[in-house]
């Protein structure tokens, strides 16, 4: 089946620094990709949805410029958590997926971020 | 209200039950995925279904969607099914990204 890695894991980070977290399709094509945040007990939100080559989409109440989504290629997706703060601490899990007509999407095995 | 409900929230049966995890959802759909997760937050997609049945060993999905309704069960329970059981959907005429309900924490006890 298709397989998506995630990198890093688990990050702990100081507050005000930035963390960058790498999503790849290792064995497809992904021409979308999904980032997904999670906090404790609560269930999984989409932040975004990035296409390849082009600007992500945001959903509401997620601010574009502290979540900078770069989608270089068809195989990779980074997600750059700016200025980091305590608040930030969730898990972030990615999905893609090879596009419509089909929405299976293949999620990465999520990143633990700790804000210091 | 959330647009995906499901229940219920938490289950705990004994070894060799019949689980069934429904879903209720109030939006137009294209298509609704039941996923796995286990403690380390990992996520497994179990099935995508936009109509019909679908079966995969043990596990069984159902959906219906006149009623927007859609069912997971688990024949032969065994205690490595124990994780949080979450039902997802696409948006009809949104972007691909999913919709989730909160999740149903099943225990299955030896």
């Known amino acids: 089946g298709a397989v998506v890695s995630q990198h890093p894991s688990r990050v702990i980070c100081k507050s005000g620094t930035s963390v960058k977290i790498e999503c790849r399709s290792l064995?497809?094509?992904?021409?979308?990709m999904f980032w997904y945040r999670q906090f404790p007990k609560q269930s999984l939100m989409l932040m975004a949805t990035s296409n390849e080559g082009s600007k992500a989409t945001y959903e509401q109440g997620v601010e574009k410029d502290k979540f900078l989504i770069n989608h270089a290629s068809l195989t990779l997706s980074t997600l750059t958590v700016t200025s980091a703060h305590p608040e930030d601490s969730s898990f972030y899990i990615c999905?893609?997926?090879?596009?419509?007509?089909?929405?299976?999407?293949?999620f990465g095995p999520g990143t633990r971020l700790t804000v210091t | 209200k959330n647009e995906v409900e499901q229940s219920p929230q938490n289950l705990t049966a004994q070894e060799g039950e019949f689980i069934t995890i429904n879903c209720s959802y109030s939006v137009g759909i294209s298509a609704l995925h039941w996923l796995q997760q286990h403690p380390g937050g990992g996520i497994v997609s179990l099935f995508m279904?936009?109509?019909g049945k679908k079966k995969h060993g043990r596990l069984i999905a159902t959906i219906n969607i006149q009623e927007k309704h859609s069912s997971l069960h688990i024949t032969a329970s065994h205690p490595r099914d124990s994780a949080v059981y979450i039902c997802a959907v696409v948006t009809l005429g949104g972007a691909d990204g999913l919709t989730f309900g909160k999740g149903t924490h099943l225990i299955i006890q030896p």
């Open positions: 279904l936009s109509s």
């Open positions: 064995d497809f094509q992904a021409t979308t």
């Open positions: 999905s893609a997926t090879q596009g419509s007509p089909s929405y299976e999407q293949y």
